[in-house]
């Protein structure tokens, strides 16, 4: 059975689709790594303001407030909280969190898990680009290579 080709549409879109894939990833690797790590500047986050959507079958809601960093350096109002809740905050509560330098967002102190959306996007554009010149890559070396006698 004779092996089919594909088209050079096909492996164009796809070409491009793991381009644009890896586009919008690669340049927020180490933001997600530092959100995964909580790797910034400690403080408090107070919270104030409560916003929430509702989506068929669950609410998303987030806390809005002010940062202000442990060695005073950063005060920030107008930040958001990742991962907080309707339940998580009291409006007023001040509560730890960690700038990892974005201008509206702080994390708590355990992290973020934002890194596996953003590494499962470099892995599937990789993969695509993988399945796509893999075979004729391998090919090539292939005939490159001389036998030893």
Do not use: K, Q
Not at 102 to 124: C, D, Q
Request: charged share 20%; with cysteine; aromatic share 10%.
């Amino acid at each position: 059975m004779a092996r089919r080709d594909r088209s050079r549409a096909f492996t164009v879109v796809l070409t491009l689709v793991a381009v644009f894939l890896l586009y919008l990833a690669v340049p927020n690797a180490g933001t997600a790594v530092r959100a995964a790590r909580a790797d910034g500047v400690p403080g408090t986050f107070t919270p104030r303001d409560l916003t929430c959507v509702v989506h068929p079958g669950h609410e998303s809601c987030v806390w809005t407030g002010e940062f202000r960093s442990g060695d005073g350096s950063a005060d920030r109002s107008g930040v958001e909280l990742y991962g907080s809740d309707r339940y998580s905050n009291r409006a007023g509560e001040p509560v730890r969190a960690v700038d990892i330098g974005l201008a509206h967002r702080v994390y708590g102190p355990g992290g973020s898990n934002e890194w596996v959306f953003t590494a499962l996007m470099i892995a599937i554009g990789l993969a695509i680009l993988l399945w796509l010149y893999g075979g004729p890559l391998r090919r090539a070396f292939r005939r490159d290579v001389t036998p030893v006698s």
